[in-house]
């Protein structure tokens, strides 16, 4: 099989095991599980304040390591706002950076339909046609080096910082962020093949991945 069909739908599988929370009750957990997970994750002295859920829209505030805060909003998976600012411009109360909107009701292409149509799933999410190397494709293409990205020049000269341009779910946005803004390089690569592990198990297995798993912390030695 066409190892691009392969990808497209490892792709979607990755999405939906780790970044399609259903219903409020679990948005609602998985935000709180982020945002606690962010303390050690970035080892910072700090969590971050607790996201509110107001009439089904979550909201939250992360302040980060690297100069570089944001504030979300979530009103469904596909319609949500990330406004970000510069720490020392948000003390002065203005400056507001920019700002990630995305409208699930404007049209972009069915990935999902279009998959589901195809019926290939199956055949593609057997255990022999999964290779560790897929998985790496798209942990990187979906959360560390996405095709798509931004690179911040002021007041944060970090290369290694890439914020995602086209990425439309919520949730995947927020872990990108979670991944992208940890200032410490040794930990960023731990995760990293931490979830490559997690995806690829989780596939293989034909497993779900628990919100807290998901949020675990990568072993550094």
Known sequence: MDRNIVLAYLWQEVINLGFSPSGNRDQKSWVHQYAKSLRNFWEIDEYSSNPKGESGVLKGRVDSPVNLSFDFVISAKDKFSVQFLSTPIRERGNGLMWNHDVDGNIFNFPVQPFLTLHNQGNIVLRSNLLQESDIEVIVDGLLCHTRAHQHIVLPIDDHEIRIGGGIDNAFLFLFHLRY??????????????????????????????????????????
């Open 180 to 221: 992208q803004l940890c200032p410490i390089p040794e930990k960023r690569e731990k995760e990293k093949q931490r979830l490559v592990q997690l995806f690829l198990n989780a596939i293989k297995n034909k497993n779900n991945i628990p919100i807290n798993t998901l949020m675990a912390q990568p072993v550094v030695s």
